[in-house]
């Protein structure tokens, strides 16, 4: 266990946020068995005052959870002085239970809210408040996942070893293991999958553009984009930034070393699946036919994909050679 100023801090922030989003479940739950917005009664007059309020607290907790997020990698890169071998936030989180299973659900709520807000700001739009049990049984679900979540942060934090020695990130993250058992993570084998995977996902894209039974699809090409994307960065471009073959990492790359050019690899990564998920989400369960969210979605795919090349070409045109 490491009680620090950060650490103290960063739980009792997620605490009182939990706390507020309790409030505003409570409140969510008395909508969803009381709506009915044909009834002229003080009841649903209250039920739609308070579903304001509820939207504007879940507006209010998405901002502080998104700078939270991003405050947990730095507190784990933090903690790396205190922990025996440990070389960067790799280190940290090998020393915790369940820290990468954390950092994963982070991820998970963040699209989730995401969707929420998506769903949020076209009820408001709306006269008759059309999704309103839809954006409630939402939150209901991230609500859930906050409880987890919660629990996990206590669980990391409590957990960390200050005397277990940890493998550094080139071994946890060694090119010689396996995904599944069966897919090799060399740095040429993930590239190429990439390649393929982001072929398939802007294929599915621009065909979605004209036919709207394959957004939905296109959906779900962006969700294994962004899965198969970190991949990439762990094993493909990361060793092209650090110039070192036998160095994978996914945190040192966010390191001031080398001009804490990782935020800018998740951040594009992360917004390009999350605008083709919505597009998915959209049509599922919204019904718009909007394109606007393919065209955010390829603009910020098409960011990482240059910086991607900027590091791994650039680095052939300098060298001479590949890594």
């Known amino acids: 266990m490491i009680l620090t100023s950060a650490t103290v801090g960063y739980l009792g922030a997620q605490s009182a946020l939990f706390a507020l989003s309790c409030v505003a479940g409570v409140r969510a739950w008395k909508i969803l068995r009381t709506w009915d917005f044909d009834a002229t009664s003080p009841r649903q007059y209250a039920n739609e005052k308070s579903a304001y309020l509820v939207s504007t607290i879940l507006v209010f907790l998405l901002f502080f959870k998104l700078i939270l997020a991003v405050y947990l990698v ?3 890169d933090s903690l790396t002085p205190f922990i025996k071998a440990a070389m960067c936030g790799v280190g940290v989180l090998n020393a915790t239970v369940m820290g990468w299973e954390l950092l994963g659900l982070k991820l998970i709520l963040l699209c989730l809210f995401g969707l929420w807000l998506l769903v949020d700001s076209k009820d408001r739009k709306a006269l008759d408040y059309p999704h309103v049990r839809l954006k409630f049984r939402l939150f209901l679900i991230v609500l859930f996942l906050m409880v987890v979540e919660l629990v996990l942060d206590f669980v990391v934090i409590f957990s960390l070893e200050t005397q277990k020695v940890v493998s550094c990130c080139s071994v ?3 090119n010689r293991n396996e995904l599944g058992g069966f897919i090799d993570l060399g740095r040429s084998t993930v590239g190429a999958l990439f ?3 982001a072929v398939l996902y802007g ?3 621009v065909a979605s553009l004209k ?3 394959l957004r939905f699809v296109f959906g779900v090409a962006s969700l294994i984009y962004a899965g198969i994307g970190l991949l990439f960065i762990i094993y493909t471009a990361s060793p092209y930034v650090y110039e070192l073959p036998t160095h994978t990492c996914p945190f040192c790359i966010i390191q001031k070393e080398y001009g804490y050019v990782g935020y800018l690899f998740y951040t594009t990564l992360f917004l ?4 083709g998920i919505r597009r998915g989400f959209s049509h599922a369960f919204l019904k718009e ?3 606007n969210d393919i065209w955010c979605s390829f603009m910020w795919s098409s960011l990482f994909i240059i910086l991607s090349l900027w590091y791994t070409v650039g680095y052939f045109f300098k060298n001479g050679v590949w890594l």
């Open 211 to 213: 036919f709207e039974k």
């Open 289 to 291: 036919t909007n394109n």
């Open 172 to 174: 946890t993250f060694s």
């Open 74 to 76: 730095y507190m784990i």
């Open 195 to 197: 390649g393929v995977v």
């Open 272 to 275: 390009g699946s999350f605008y």
């Open 203 to 205: 294929a599915f894209g």
